[in-house]
């Protein structure tokens, strides 16, 4: 289906469509939107779903970038309705793990994830706040940003922080520090994953001992839904390494980037487990790209393997095609506990427009990370490599 776009309330025409009429009622109070049979109107205290044609459509349309709405579905186990921040909280304090799904760097995500933390601690002052967005090896300079014993701009430069840090992430993290939060840098070390991209998981066994603790004891890369869903990415995206499918070296290539792939989720998911051992009683919040949580699988599957006693929650960010009517497919019910209906970000660029300079960075972002080590009777660490498909976000 074309993208369509929010054209603000001008409405053209003397008759008013179907979809006119949803837009205005947006913002008329007392507009009441009234579906026709056979047609199934979900209700729920912060709005209401309609159900047609195997979709779900919102009973408003979304005012500017940062507007949302969120969508309890169980897991596709329940019926869909709508909830507003307190009764998504009051629903997710019931959890021992949240996953909090998001498309890096969207405004109203990052916001979102703020006003729930916030919400979760007002109900129970026990959470643990983790980061896909700070790595293992810099848990150090974390701890010191919190204990007050550095500024940030260390902890930036020491810490790695995400170039999008100081909009994104820094005010959940100076949540955390003045509520005494727990703070969990759960990601692998971006070098060590190149490692496993660029030769495979054995590359692991060169690492030095204190090296070694920086990525999960297991890698787990046995096939599965995962890896059917991974390698069905890699085969669309160009900057991950796509377009070249079919021969054996490609293959082979994929192979290494699925199993950096799930070095990743598998250091997160044991970084999780390990915060619930160190703080009993409490409850882990984890913000992470949506591709490592999306349909309960990646991390969240890995944490379930290490113990299936957790109760655990995804919530799953979902692009609306157009604003002015948000809706979304019943195929995307199961992706999450609760689904974060988002205005879309706009394109990465117009059509035909020459990308390859964008390319060339991000290539060149990629190879920052490059390995320091190779297998025994392969060139060395210093010769150009053969760059790893980055992982999936």
């Given amino acids: 289906m074309p993208k369509k776009s929010f054209r603000g309330l001008m409405l053209p025409g003397a008759v008013l469509t179907a979809r006119a009429v949803l837009t205005a009622c947006a913002f008329l109070s007392s507009c009441a939107l009234q579906p026709s049979s056979p047609e199934a109107r979900v209700a729920g205290h912060g709005g209401a779903l309609r159900q047609t044609d195997g979709r779900y459509q919102l009973d408003r349309s979304f005012q500017d970038f940062y507007d949302t709405a969120f969508v309890v579905t169980g897991g596709g186990k329940t019926a869909p309705r709508v909830a507003d921040l307190a009764q998504l909280a009051d629903t997710l304090s019931a959890y021992d793990v949240v996953f909090y799904g998001e498309h890096h760097g969207h405004p109203g995500v990052h916001l979102q994830q703020m006003k729930l933390l916030r919400a979760l601690v007002e109900r129970n002052p026990r959470w643990v706040l983790s980061f896909e967005q700070f790595e293992r090896d810099v848990q150090g300079t974390v701890d010191e940003y919190v204990a007050r014993r550095i500024g940030e701009t260390t902890l930036i430069d020491k810490g790695r922080a995400w170039n999008n840090y100081a909009a994104s992430y820094r005010p959940l993290l100076l949540f955390a520090r003045d509520h005494q939060l727990p703070v969990v840098a759960a990601e692998a070390p ?204």
Wanted: charged fraction near 20%; charge should be negative.
């Fill in 190 to 393: 971006g070098w060590a994953i190149s490692c496993v991209g660029q030769w495979g998981p054995a590359i692991l066994d060169r690492f030095t001992p204190l090296e070694r603790t920086w990525v999960a004891d297991e890698v787990h890369i046995a096939p599965g839904a995962y890896e059917d869903k991974f390698m069905a990415f890699l085969g669309t995206s160009a900057a991950h390494g796509g377009g070249t499918a079919g021969t054996p070296e490609s293959v082979a290539k994929a192979q290494r980037s699925f199993a950096a792939q799930v070095a990743r989720d598998d250091t997160m998911a044991e970084s999780i487990q390990r915060a619930l051992r160190q703080h009993p009683g409490y409850k882990v919040l984890h913000l992470t790209g949506n591709f490592h949580s999306s349909a309960f699988l990646g991390t969240v599957e890995r944490l379930r393997m290490l113990d299936p006693t957790l109760k655990v929650a995804v919530i799953e960010p979902v692009d609306v095609e157009d604003p002015a009517a948000p809706a979304f497919g019943a195929d995307r019910l199961s992706d999450g506990t609760v689904l974060q209906l988002i205005y879309p970000n706009p394109d990465s660029f117009a059509e035909g427009e020459d990308t390859s300079a964008s390319m060339t960075n991000m290539a060149h972002a990629h190879q920052m990370h490059r390995c320091k080590y190779s297998p025994p009777g392969a060139p060395p660490a210093d010769a150009p490599p053969a760059p790893a498909p980055a992982p999936a976000p």
